[in-house]
């Protein structure tokens, strides 16, 4: 079922769905390739975050050539749901070891609140999948990017290839049906209180939110 952020039923996300399957008949394969095509094309940018409902809608990522966790996770899921295959987000709170330092600098944390992936239901069980970190970046970073089979989970990586430490999940925040704003601004505000103090516009940084009446 559509929903407000999630919206499956709109005529750009039903589009970009049906032209990233063109050819494929399987319903898992479709969900595979969908996992892939966003997961590269999007880069990930976590220095871009606006907490504004127009925003964190599925159908205004594909007005951008990047996105964040939840931006990317929830147009996949959105995709998903075109096909008929149920699906949801789970968010949870993250330690990333290889954060830059320029953007712990920014939140003044090294824990990454309300990182966000999706799950789907395909042969009669949720799978988690994470089409978050694109290639790219994880060349950069010197990670192997996930893959997603349609059958394992795929959530994060826990080493570098060099096998440091990545990520860790430290708490979860569970599944939704749709992008529950209110507790990921919540969480926002608890780990990040001076992000609120004014709407940040740098070069590197961009960070938005409404305010509060």
């Known amino acids: 079922m559509p929903a407000f952020y999630m919206d499956s039923d709109h005529s750009d996300v039903i589009d970009y769905t049906h032209q990233a399957i063109k050819g494929i008949s399987n319903k898992k394969d479709q969900i595979i390739q969908l996992f892939y095509t966003v997961r590269d094309g999007f880069r990930y940018n976590p220095y871009h975050v606006v907490l504004k409902p127009y925003a964190l809608k599925a159908s205004h990522l594909l007005t951008k050539d ?86 394992q989970d795929s959530v994060f990586q826990e080493s570098d290839k060099t096998g440091n430490p990545f990520m860790d999940y430290v708490d979860d925040h569970g599944v939704f049906h749709d992008v529950p704003l209110v507790e990921f601004e919540n969480e926002m505000r608890k780990h990040y209180p001076h992000l609120f103090n004014h709407q940040i516009r740098t070069d590197k940084f961009h960070f938005e939110f409404e305010e509060r009446s």
């Open 66 to 151: 990047y996105g964040y966790c939840i931006e990317k996770s929830n147009l996949f899921a959105a995709a998903a749901r075109v096909l008929g295959v149920p699906s949801r987000l789970g968010f949870a709170n993250v330690r990333n070891h290889l954060a830059t330092s320029k953007l712990e600098e920014y939140l003044k944390n090294d824990l990454l609140v309300f990182h966000g992936y999706a799950e789907v239901y395909l042969e009669g069980k949720w799978v988690k999948a994470t089409p978050v970190f694109d290639t790219e970046l994880c060349k950069k970073m010197g990670v192997a990017p996930l893959d997603f089979d349609g059958e």
